[in-house]
C-alpha cells in the first residue's frame, strides 16, 4: 500500500537538502518524530541504520538502502510479515524547492498494518514536510 505526500518550499534545493538529510535533528523540527539515534554513526549512507521512535509506534531501526546525494534517499524497515520502504525525495524548481515522501508497505502483516494505521501515517507524513518547510524557509537567508 502506497501513502505519499509532496510539498512546495521556498528555499533552494541544498538548504531543504541539507536540512531534511540531518535525520537525526528531525526530532528538532517535526512533531512526527519522538527521537531519532544514528546506530552506525553519523550521516545517510547506504547500508546505515537509525532507530525511529514516532508517537503511537514502537521503536523502529530502519536502513539506508540508496542514496543519491543532494537529491534523494530509501531507507527500510523490516518486521516479521512486514517491510516498508520510505522514499525521500528533493526536486529543484525555479526559485523553490518540491519534496515528494512515499511509503510503500508490503506484506501480508505490512499491509493490514498500513490500512490500519493510514490516517497516523497520512498525518505524520504531513507533519513532517511542514516541519521541514518551517525549517527550510526560516534558514533560507542563513549561512548556518
Sequence with gaps: MFTDHAIDIDAPAARVWDVFSDVERWPDWTASV????????PGLAVGKRFEIKQPRLPRLVWQVTALDEGRSWTWEQ?????????????????????????????GPVGSLVARMM???TKRYLELEAQGLKARSE???GSTS
Aim: proline share 5%.
Design 34 to 41: 519522538t527521537s531519532l539515534k544514528a546506530l552506525d554513526g
Design 78 to 106: 523490516h518486521s516479521p510479515g512486514g517491510r516498508t520502504i520510505a522514499v525521500h525525495e528533493v526536486h529543484p524548481t525555479e526559485g523553490r524547492t518540491k519534496v515528494m515522501q512515499r511509503l510503500d508497505q508490503h
Design 118 to 120: 493510514r490516517g497516523t
Design 138 to 140: 526560516q534558514l533560507r
